[in-house]
T-cell receptor, first 111, second 118 residues
Framework: DTGVSQNPRHKITKRGQNVTFRCDPI?????LYWYRQTLGQGPEFLTY????????KSRLLSDRFSAERPKGSFSTLEIQRTEQGDSAMYLC?????????FGPGTRLTVL | AQTVTQSQPEMSVQEAETVTLSCTYD???????LFWYKQPPSRQMILVIR????KQQNATENRFSVNFQKAAKSFSLKISDSQLGDTAMYFC???????????????WGAGTKLIIKP
């Protein structure tokens, strides 16, 4: 399978816990985006990587959020001290300009 | 800042009918891309069609076509001969044509839920 994969697909956690999501992009793509999608809304940009460098972060990405892309391959998005407002679908997109190819997303529910 | 507006929260049509989804956007950019993405229930976002703003010809992909009106900043999607598998959320999205070394994030509308009835 040469598509974008994300794990886990679903995550239920209690408020205050830390969670980490993983995205495996298409191997030849050097650009990777993270978006967040809340119910009934379109996705919103969180951050992006060019190879291993994180080049821009949205105001939506509070200090509790951190993303990495070691060696320019897979990426992880960690949320510390989760809050109920963090409940959303987290989408990863692998990109070769100007196309963006999306993974299935990780649905986070914070209880 | 760019904004994308989809004014139809939900639409439903009978199978085999033609349906048009509306999208308007606001930008001061002259070069950009516009996209329609499809998100089936519990499935991933799929690119349906792409339009480059500098091209006057409307994009077409099989049963999917767009009506791009640059001056009016309008970008509607027409689905002909609709099929049950077309049932999904449809999102309109904008991308600045800023070059491959810039942040070319997508700016999204809120989506239209399309239901195809048998």
């Amino acid at each position: 399978d040469t598509g974008v994969s994300q794990n886990p697909r679903h995550k239920i956690t209690k408020r205050g816990q830390n969670v980490t999501f993983r995205c495996d992009p298409i191997s030849e793509h050097n650009r990777l985006y993270w978006y967040r999608q809340t119910l009934g809304q379109g996705p919103e940009f969180l951050t992006y990587f060019q190879n291993e460098a994180q080049l821009e972060k949205s105001r939506l990405l509070s200090d509790r959020f951190s993303a990495e892309r070691p060696k320019g391959s897979f990426s992880t998005l960690e949320i510390q001290r989760t809050e109920q407002g963090d409940s959303a679908m987290y989408l990863c997109a692998s990109s070769f300009y100007p196309k963006q190819f999306f993974g299935p997303g990780t649905r986070l529910t914070v209880l | 800042a760019q904004t994308v507006t989809q004014s139809q929260p939900e639409m439903s049509v009978q199978e085999a009918e033609t349906v048009t989804l509306s999208c308007t956007y606001d930008t001061s950019e002259s070069n950009y891309y516009l996209f329609w993405y499809k998100q089936p229930p519990s499935r991933q976002m799929i690119l349906v069609i792409r339009q480059e703003a500098y091209k006057q010809q409307n994009a077409t992909e099989n049963r999917f076509s767009v009506n791009f009106q640059k001056a009016a900043k309008s970008f509607s999607l027409k689905i002909s001969d609709s099929q049950l598998g077309d049932t999904a959320m449809y999102f309109c999205a904008f991308m600045k044509r800023a070059g491959r070394d810039s942040n070319y994030q997508l700016i999204w509308g809120a989506g239209t839920k399309l239901i195809i009835k048998p």
